[in-house]
């Protein structure tokens, strides 16, 4: 048997499938997902809603003090109410604006 025949031997042709397959003209299809839900939307979520209360972060800024010094003024004040909430110190936004602005 001689495997060195011109007629039995064929050379191999290499092609690149992946570019091949990515290049098919076939119409992309696409799907869209959506979700529904029945949770009620929070007021808080719209951009219209008003702040009620201050973080103490908030409130540094406008009163252009330190946070520590935020912090400080929260834990000694009596001159506008503090609410903790667990971890977390709020000022309510009437209490402090009306403090702020008797004081300036």
């Known amino acids: 048997m001689n495997l060195n025949r011109p007629d039995m031997t064929e050379a191999v042709k290499s092609e690149n499938y992946t570019n091949k397959l990515l290049q098919n003209d076939s119409p992309t299809t696409t799907m869209e997902v959506g ?16 702040k009620r209360v201050y973080t ?8 252009a003090i330190s ?7 929260c834990n000694s004040t009596t001159e506008f109410r503090v609410l903790r909430v667990g ?3 709020r000022g309510p936004k009437d209490s402090f604006d009306a403090w702020r602005y008797r004081s300036a």
Do not use: H, W
């Open 35 to 50: 979700t529904q839900t029945n949770a009620v939307k929070s007021p808080t979520d719209s951009p219209k809603t008003t």
């Open 56 to 63: 103490v972060e908030e409130s540094a800024r406008m009163l």
């Open 67 to 73: 946070l520590r010094s935020a912090y400080k003024l």
């Open 87 to 89: 971890g977390s110190i």
